[in-house]
């Protein structure tokens, strides 16, 4: 059985930094997709970065060139490097893994495993 808990969330201001943490306990097998997914008040959960069992990463398009996923195989941490933090950041962040080689950034409803989440507030 797989799990997930994040960390690393709190109050930033704008154009600040945040490094969220997502540490996977259990066994996952290759291929599998890994990645971040966020949920703001009266929006829909959206990918925002993912990391592959080939190394592979997808970011979505607010994101891109501002967050940095990365993987810790030896310590099953799978990390999100955020900066130039914006308000429209502000939503809970969620961790989440599914078997297969597909991309995953766009179908967090196929995604199997979650943790509960870090809040991350931009102000």
């Known amino acids: 059985h797989v799990q997930l808990v994040e960390s690393g969330g709190g109050l930033v201001q704008v154009g600040g930094s945040l490094t969220l943490s997502c540490a996977k306990s259990?066994?996952?097998?290759?291929?599998?997709?890994m990645g971040w997914f966020r949920r703001a008040p009266g929006k829909e959960r959206e990918g925002v970065a993912t990391?592959?069992?080939?190394?592979?990463?997808s970011y979505g398009d607010s994101v891109k060139g501002r967050f940095t996923v990365s993987l810790d195989s030896a310590n099953n941490t799978l990390y999100l490097q955020m900066d130039n933090l914006r308000p429209e950041d502000t939503a809970m962040y969620y961790c989440?893994?599914?078997?297969?080689?597909?991309?995953?950034?766009?179908?967090?409803?196929?995604?199997?495993?979650w943790g509960k989440g870090t809040q991350v507030t931009v102000s």
């Open positions: 259990g066994y996952i097998y290759s291929p599998y997709c």
């Open positions: 989440a893994v599914r078997g297969g080689s597909w991309a995953c950034l766009d179908y967090y409803n196929e995604m199997e495993y």
């Open positions: 990391f592959d069992s080939d190394g592979d990463t």
